[in-house]
């Protein structure tokens, strides 16, 4: 197989929890009559799955915990045809958890119990090296530790692999430079985006110099997803505007990861960047009229 098109993909996995109800609760309010709903989930998790649907050779580099949610997570991922050499598996600490409510607009709110993601080291990325360097891309999150994120884009980077980030969930502080520089595509959300440019997004003139001031940090290709408004790529000093797929969303989550996997998908099989994101835009437009994370995603052949 022509190694130069595998993708790695580093990052966390998680079982997730759903409960979809009319709205979402105030804090101390208590809603009944949700429906509950239990699947493998995790933004890494998600994003690899999505990438092996979509036509990608992946490997996924994890932690995962000793215990049910692991050993099903595990064997999910050889259903999926994921390359689970990289997934270590830690005693000390329990697979992640994350608990998901969802209104009927298809709008979620999130908190996760990050467990054995949190024990993802530099050793293990050490320890991957070998599957690092046959990679075309390399993708990452920030559901694991920033320290060994940084390290694999340093390495990957240094290898003249393409280092993708995408920086979710919205990071609490400003992103390291070391890390920024070696970067090669950048995909934030709004809200992401505002974080690490310091600026308010409220329009397209507004999002334009956001991206410039992200790629001012070395970073050459920035993807700015925008939901409905679709995404907004900046590359060789051009804007690229890509209107999303009028859909019906039942629920977002995962809408996200399933974009990022189609984007290594198509960037893995030479696809030009507007290309990709028309790809990553369909799957992603896919994945929102579905409940769930993994289970949303799309095969490749519903992909028109």
């Given at each position: 197989?022509?190694?130069?098109?595998?993708?790695?993909?580093?990052?966390?996995?998680?079982?997730?929890?759903?409960?979809?109800?009319?709205?979402?609760?105030?804090?101390?309010?208590?809603?009944?009559?949700?429906?509950?709903?239990?699947?493998?989930?995790?933004?890494?998790?998600?994003?690899?799955?999505?990438?092996?649907?979509?036509?990608?050779?992946?490997?996924?580099?994890?932690?995962?915990?000793?215990?049910?949610?692991?050993?099903?997570?595990?064997?999910?991922?050889?259903?999926?045809?994921?390359?689970?050499?990289?997934?270590?598996?830690?005693?000390?600490?329990?697979?992640?958890v994350a608990l998901i409510n969802v209104d009927k607009k298809g709008e979620n709110?999130?908190?996760?119990?990050?467990?054995?993601?949190?024990?993802?080291?530099?050793?293990?990325?050490?320890?991957?090296?070998?599957?690092?360097?046959?990679?075309?891309?390399?993708?990452?999150?920030?559901?694991?530790?920033?320290?060994?994120?940084?390290?694999?884009?340093?390495?990957?980077?240094?290898?003249?692999?393409?280092?993708?980030?995408?920086?979710?969930?919205?990071?609490?502080?400003?992103?390291?430079?070391?890390?920024?520089?070696?970067?090669?595509?950048?995909?934030?959300?709004?809200?992401?985006?505002?974080?690490?440019?310091?600026?308010?997004?409220?329009?397209?003139?507004?999002?334009?110099?956001?991206?410039?001031?992200?790629?001012?940090?070395?970073?050459?290709?920035?993807?700015?997803?925008?939901?409905?408004k679709g995404a907004l790529a900046y590359e060789n000093n051009e804007f690229i505007?890509?209107?999303?797929?009028?859909?019906?969303?039942?629920?977002?989550?995962?809408?996200?990861?399933?974009?990022?996997?189609?984007?290594?998908?198509?960037?893995?099989?030479?696809k030009n960047l507007k290309d990709a994101i028309i790809f990553a835009s369909k799957?992603?437009?896919?994945?929102?009229?579905?409940?769930?994370?993994?289970?949303?995603?799309?095969?490749?052949?519903?992909?028109?």
């Open positions: 197989m022509d190694t130069k098109k595998k993708i790695v993909v580093i990052g966390s996995s998680n079982t997730d929890m759903v409960i979809k109800s009319d709205r979402l609760p105030k804090p101390g309010e208590t809603i009944l009559g949700g429906n509950f709903l239990m699947n493998h989930g995790g933004k890494g998790a998600n994003q690899a799955v999505a990438a092996a649907r979509l036509g990608g050779d992946v490997t996924f580099i994890c932690k995962i915990g000793n215990d049910i949610f692991g050993n099903e997570t595990l064997e999910m991922f050889h259903k999926e045809k994921i390359d689970t050499t990289y997934v270590g598996i830690t005693p000390q600490e329990p697979s992640g709110c999130i908190v996760v119990a990050s467990g054995a993601n949190g024990t993802l080291s530099i050793d293990d990325i050490q320890h991957a090296e070998p599957a690092i360097k046959q990679a075309s891309i390399v993708i990452m999150q920030l559901e694991t530790p920033i320290e060994s994120v940084t390290y694999a884009a340093k390495m990957a980077k240094k290898d003249g692999i393409t280092v993708i980030l995408n920086p979710a969930p919205a990071p609490t502080q400003q992103l390291p430079d070391e890390l920024l520089a070696n970067v090669d595509i950048l995909i934030p959300n709004v809200t992401e985006a505002e974080i690490i440019s310091g600026m308010h997004i409220t329009d397209d003139e507004s999002a334009k110099e956001a991206i410039r001031y992200i790629s001012s940090k070395g970073i050459k290709t920035v993807i700015i997803t925008m939901g409905a505007h890509i209107p999303a797929f009028k859909v019906e969303a039942v629920d977002t989550t995962a809408a996200g990861d399933t974009f990022c996997g189609g984007l290594c998908v198509a960037l893995s099989e030479g799957a992603s437009s896919i994945s929102v009229t579905r409940m769930g994370a993994q289970v949303s995603i799309p095969l490749r052949k519903e992909i028109q």
